[in-house]
């Protein structure tokens, strides 16, 4: 039998199809390249937003079709969407074998040996969510969400959150240590508010740091501002192994709409974070979500978070309008606006933004840094392409031979679109 694996959204989508690929593997089934050339195609959906569950059905008619073709061709649905509409995709998609939620998706490798699977009440962790030859992985700590911010499905598909055990995680990053990993990304729903029988974020950040040598980058996604606490900025600040680099999402920049978004922080509690991150976090940049026309968003609050975009001045944002998605508390509110409204709210948003990323950029072009070598350039083959701390991309010449995954220093002296010019050092 031969597998091929389709995922859609967040990032702990990528490493859990990461982690299915390695018990595929250890059962002796082998990995196609295309979905044409599998025995056995398993989407891994999501269910954040309804353009990916659009794009979602478009692919299910797709292997539907290709179902028709091919004999004993097996199509399993995983993952956030097929925990929502379990029901519905088995009614209106009869040519799918399997319909497996999150909770199950690792015994989907049971499922193609023949094996019952058994309907589990919570989510559970596996060993290594490593794929193999990579030099930046992720590493999945937690699990689920507390929050029910009210335009949210996640609570609803990923059930309460989880911490995942800590030795459990200081034995994979050790293991991606020994594997040459450059870079790691710790990832949850709400990252910062792991706790594990009193461990908690900031207590594991530290412990990471102290258990590797070859990783050099320490990543998380996404955190949410409540749990943002002093100890955390001052693990950021001292350990220098944690990018200085955060992604902290905004949503909006207006208190009211920050309510009705059940946000649990205001527009001040969230500028004095940015205020004391700047102040204690050496060279910090920041990443940011934004989302524009929430149910009765007026014009005045939504230059509310103009205003805000300009303060925090993020050099990378997340920007969207507002998606009803069923069963959430917004999608019941009244004040539902237009979409033409959302999406020229949006459309202003990201013009907004472009402008000033472009000159954020132009501030940092004679910046020195450090970076992990991801592939050489599309247009010029004597260049390579490196990411440092703050996700910047950095095209260089380099002064000897090097390849992916290697760590370089380099000196910035131009600025070329979205990407640095650079010469080694």
């Not at 269910?47 to 797709?62: D, P």
């Not at 472009?358 to 010029?380: A, F, P, S, W, Y």
Request: with cysteine; net charge negative.
């Amino acid at each position: 039998m031969k597998y091929f694996i389709e995922s859609y959204g967040c990032q702990l989508n990528m490493a859990e199809s990461n982690a299915l690929e390695l018990l595929l593997k250890g059962a002796g089934i082998e990995k196609a390249e295309k979905a044409e050339d599998s025995d056995c195609v398993i989407i891994n959906t999501c269910s954040v937003r309804k353009t990916a569950e659009n794009r979602i059905w478009g692919r299910l008619s797709f292997f539907g079709h290709l179902k028709k073709q091919k004999k004993d061709y097996k199509i399993v649905v995983t993952g956030c969407m097929a925990e929502r509409l379990k029901d519905e995709l088995k009614k209106d998609c009869p040519f799918v074998d399997a319909v497996i939620g999150t909770n199950e998706k690792m015994e989907i490798v049971d499922y193609l040996k023949g094996d019952d699977i058994s309907q589990k009440d919570k989510y559970s962790f596996t060993t290594s969510y490593y794929s193999e030859g990579e030099f930046s992985s992720y590493v999945p700590i937690m699990n689920g969400c507390n929050n029910f911010c009210s335009y949210c499905i996640v609570p609803y598909v990923r059930g309460r959150e989880i911490s995942r055990p800590a030795e459990e995680i200081i034995k994979e990053v050790k293991d991606l240590d020994s594997k040459g990993v450059k870079e790691i990304t710790l990832l949850g729903q709400n990252v910062n508010s792991y706790n594990y029988e009193g461990l908690t974020f900031p207590d594991l950040l530290t412990l990471i740091c102290q258990n590797i040598e070859t990783i050099e980058f320490v990543r998380f996604e996404s955190p949410h501002p409540k749990d943002f606490s002093p100890k955390l900025i001052e693990v950021i600040k001292n350990e220098k192994r944690v990018c200085s680099h955060i992604h902290l999402p905004m949503q909006s920049g207006n208190s009211r709409i920050l309510k009705l978004m059940n946000r649990k922080n205001t527009r001040e509690s969230f500028i004095e974070l940015v205020d004391n991150m700047r102040k204690e976090i050496p060279n910090l940049t920041f990443a940011t979500d934004v989302m524009v026309g929430f149910p009765t968003e007026t014009e005045e609050e939504y230059l509310d978070t103009l205003s805000l975009m300009e303060y925090m001045h993020p050099i990378e944002a997340f920007m969207y309008y507002y998606n009803l998605r069923e069963g959430t508390v917004a999608a019941k509110m009244d004040g539902q606006l237009e979409d033409d409204v959302k999406i020229a709210r949006l459309e202003r948003l990201i013009d907004e933004q472009l402008k000033r990323c472009q000159k954020e950029k132009e501030g940092r072009m004679n910046m020195t840094t450090r970076g992990l070598v991801t592939g050489i350039t599309r247009d010029d083959k004597d260049r390579y392409l490196a990411r440092n701390e703050h996700n910047e991309m950095i095209s260089f010449k380099p002064k000897e031979s090097v390849k992916v995954g290697d760590m370089v220093n380099l000196k910035c002296y131009s600025l070329k679109g979205n990407t640095y010019l650079a010469d080694e050092i």
